[in-house]
């Protein structure tokens, strides 16, 4: 089953305008991580945030995390054209043994000039 | 930096045949994955290994298998390939670390995953 999922499906912005993508999942988790996808090519990690912190940063980009309400955001500052993107949350279970993380579907973000 | 490495970029097999997927990482990594991405489903977990010749089924292992005899290497093999594994496979890999071990039982947290390029592969 969909762990986590992220809304919306898809993002239009301008070049300097911010992007916020939010992510909700089902279970409890030790972490949630964001990607990125360029077309055609593979995902690249961004952020990895545990289940006992609320909030990360990395360059433009922040990270925030509920667990009461099992819910996260991805805002991207002052984007960028570079930026257009999908971005993916994908969340590490809390789980006796071995376990995988779960992707959602991704936000497709566009960012026009 | 990580490198995963996957051994075609563009594969183009008729149906019936057998299909081998490479993938190398260079980081000795414990873990390694295959997805498949279509479109509208996401990545989607074929199979993953947490140690050499060790192997665990995904969510969609049916028609797949894969191989891992060395650390760095894990292969993906369609056995008998039909139209319908027609997508973009993906190879990750990453560290397995232990969060907490208790009485023999270990749990484990996934760390960041390292994905490579992606084999687009038509099957005709």
């Known amino acids: 089953s969909q762990q986590g999922e992220e809304d919306p499906q898809a993002l239009s912005i301008q070049e300097g305008e911010n992007a916020t993508m939010n992510c909700s999942y089902k279970?409890?988790?030790?972490?949630l991580q964001w990607y990125r996808q360029n077309s055609g090519r593979g995902l690249v990690h961004l952020i990895l945030i545990r289940s006992n912190e609320r909030e990360k940063h990395s360059g433009r980009l922040r990270v925030t995390l509920d667990t009461s309400k099992k819910s996260s955001s991805l805002l991207i500052t002052a984007s960028r054209a570079a930026d257009t993107a999908s971005y993916f949350c994908a969340t590490d279970a809390k789980n006796s043994g071995y376990s995988t993380l779960t992707f959602g579907k991704g936000t497709m973000l566009l960012v026009s000039p | 930096d990580v490198k995963v490495t996957q051994s075609s970029r563009y594969l183009v097999k008729r149906t019936g045949e057998k299909v081998f997927l490479e993938c190398v990482q260079d980081m000795d990594h414990e873990n390694m994955f295959w997805y498949r991405q279509d479109p509208g489903l996401g990545l989607r977990l074929i199979y993953f290994s947490y140690d050499v010749k060790m192997k665990e089924k995904g969510d969609i292992p049916e028609g797949y298998s894969v191989s891992r005899e060395k650390k760095e290497r894990f292969s993906l093999i369609l056995e008998s390939a039909s139209t319908n594994q027609t997508s973009m496979y993906l190879c990750a890999s990453s560290f397995l670390a232990i969060v907490n071990s208790r009485g023999g039982a270990d749990t484990y947290s996934n760390q960041p995953q390292h994905f490579g390029d992606g084999t687009r592969l038509s099957i005709l």
């Open positions: 279970t409890s988790i030790n972490n």
